[in-house]
């Protein structure tokens, strides 16, 4: 496994090569089950940074957010969710959409795969992936574990540099 910092720089260069126009970021998540409530949290650390994104804390119902996120007019999504990917707690990946059927996003429906293909409907053109990190515990009333802290410490960010 790579060390944190060659991790950081692999996402970031991932990140930057894949954004393009204007980009809305949905954080995926329920904010009572520990690590899954990376995404709400992401997109609160990223209000408080001022980044320039359409930011949109979807909770566990992200399917109510389809027409809010079509009318900001984006043109890269990113949907920023904990995950089971088999990895060490606290791992970020960036995952295209066609790899995340083998992911396990077990808090909230519908798939993440049918949100994107309900976007995608609304305008085809969609840049969307889905940024990532497995999660320690998402036990109900758990707090946040330390490396998923720390995963989300280094995308706040890393995001807000990109995103200036």
Known sequence: MNDIKSESDDIALDIRNRIRGK???AG???IIRGDDGLGPKLIELLKARGVNA????CGTAPENYILPMLK?????????????????PGTAMVL?????ANVSFSTHSPS???FIDLLKMGKE????FVLSVQPKSTTLGSP???EVLKALTRLSETLSQILV
């Open 125 to 128: 053109d969609l840049n969307v």
């Open 23 to 25: 980009v809305t970021i």
């Open 72 to 88: 900001s007019l984006c043109d890269t999504l990113i949907l920023v969710d904990a995950a089971n990917m088999a990895l060490e």
């Open 96 to 100: 295209d959409t066609d790899d995340i």
């Open 144 to 146: 946040m574990s330390e």
């Open 54 to 57: 359409g930011l949109f804390d």
């Open 112 to 114: 993440p795969k049918l």
């Open 28 to 30: 995926i998540g329920n």
